[in-house]
């Protein structure tokens, strides 16, 4: 079959539209590649945006929570009257008053000059956890019947005063037999020897 020149030229101008058309045709695909290739883009840095600011909000949400829990500590331990002077003249009413009702034989006790703690009490020191820890040591000497006047004294002196009582140690041994102590009331079974620490704090400034 014989083309002549009028077909060829028809054939020339189809291919040549055939080409155009095809690089018309290549370039919408990489196009929309690209156009799918930026969105996917975008989608993945708002997901980090949103990962990062949901990140940022669960932070400030865990610090907002352990301010207002310190707070809350700072303030249950003003209640307690643990931060602030040691309120000395109160404990002595308060010992008095615990004697008195709970009817023991007779209390002796003295209270050391006010101190920082030492590391046996706090791992930290006086200085320990934002406050300054100060301690009055106090020498008790305690007359009783029965074992459970002891742990009752002292059950009521830490749930009472307004310091931190922490129990040092405490030496129980029988009162012997014809001694003075047993001429008058009650005859005491037991004395008891502790050293008793009573903690105040006060805020570092």
């Known amino acids: 079959m014989k083309l002549s020149a009028t077909d060829l030229k028809h054939m020339q101008w189809s291919l040549a539209l055939l080409v155009v058309l095809a690089l018309v045709g290549g370039g ?4 929309a590649q690209n156009t799918i290739q930026q969105a996917q883009n975008k ?6 945006d949103r990962n990062a600011t949901q990140g940022k909000l669960s932070s ?30 109160v404990w002595v ?72 009582v922490l129990i040092r140690e405490c030496h129980i041994e029988r009162t012997p037999a014809g001694s003075p102590l047993q001429q008058r009331g009650p005859r005491p079974q037991l004395k008891a020897d502790c050293t008793l620490e009573w ?4 805020a570092k400034t």
């Open 28 to 31: 919408m695909v990489f196009l």
């Open 43 to 48: 989608n993945r840095q708002a997901i980090a």
């Open 60 to 89: 400030a949400r865990d610090e907002e929570r352990e301010i207002r829990a310190k707070i809350d500590h700072y303030k249950e331990l003003l209640d307690r009257g643990y931060i602030g002077p040691e309120q000395r003249l």
């Open 93 to 164: 009413e308060e010992i008095k008053r615990i004697k008195e009702a709970r009817k023991l034989i007779d209390i002796q006790y003295e209270f050391l000059p006010q101190k920082p703690v030492d590391t046996l009490l706090i791992p930290e020191g006086a200085v320990g956890g934002g406050y300054e820890f100060l301690t009055s040591t106090m020498k008790l000497q305690i007359q009783l019947l029965h074992e459970d006047d002891l742990l009752g004294f002292l059950d009521d002196v830490k749930r009472n005063v307004q310091a931190y």
């Open 199 to 202: 903690i105040t704090l006060r």
